[in-house]
């Protein structure tokens, strides 16, 4: 499920910071969990690395928007 990093079955801010973690760095994702994060494709983006933009767009999941 996009934005659904965790695996819980919701998009909420569980989801959001651990997408901030990997932004940042500090954690990463494998398989499934990195498809989930990685939802911008932009002219940036190498494969399967996490940005703001991926962040963002969690965020806005998580939102409802």
Request: glycine share 10%; proline share 0%.
């Amino acid at each position: 499920v996009d934005g659904d990093v965790n695996g819980d079955g919701t998009i909420d801010v569980l989801d959001c910071m651990a997408v901030e973690l990997a932004t940042n760095g500090h954690t990463s994702f494998t398989g499934a969990y990195n498809a989930a994060a990685n939802l911008v494709s932009d002219v940036n983006d190498t494969e399967g690395v996490i940005d703001a933009n991926d962040l963002s767009k969690v965020v806005n999941i998580a939102l409802g928007k």
